[in-house]
């Protein structure tokens, strides 16, 4: 049987770390933008705009992860929370206790990953 206590602390401390992230992106993207609207920058032509278009194409996609990952941790505690945390979604078998270890905030068993990832 997994400690889900253990795995609660886990998913808590990824959290916080999601969140206080998620600011430092949101400003990322708020200077690429300032950037690239102050200084009428052609991202075609001019270096610097490919440069800027980079930038914030990095940020975005950075914040469209994190954002997704914490929705993946908060889901994860809200299984802990109704008794359904390490129980596959898709098979209701139980992941194995080093699959949670690797990936705490995971919903599907080794068998069904390759499927809960092609879902998204």
Known sequence: MA????????????????????????A???????????????????????TIAFELSQA???LEQSVAGLAEVEAALARIADGTYGICSVCGEPISEGRLEARP???F????????????
Do not use: M, Y
């Open 60 to 62: 975005a996609a950075l």
């Open 105 to 107: 905030w995971t919903s």
């Open 28 to 50: 990322d993207i708020s200077s690429a933008n300032e950037a690239r609207h102050g200084s009428n920058i052609d991202d075609e032509h001019d270096p610097e705009g490919a």
């Open 109 to 120: 068993c080794i068998v069904h990953a390759a499927a809960g990832r092609q879902g998204r």
């Open 3 to 26: 400690d889900f206590e253990r795995f609660r602390v886990l998913l808590e401390e990824e959290r916080q770390r999601k969140l206080a992230l998620l600011p430092a992106l949101r």
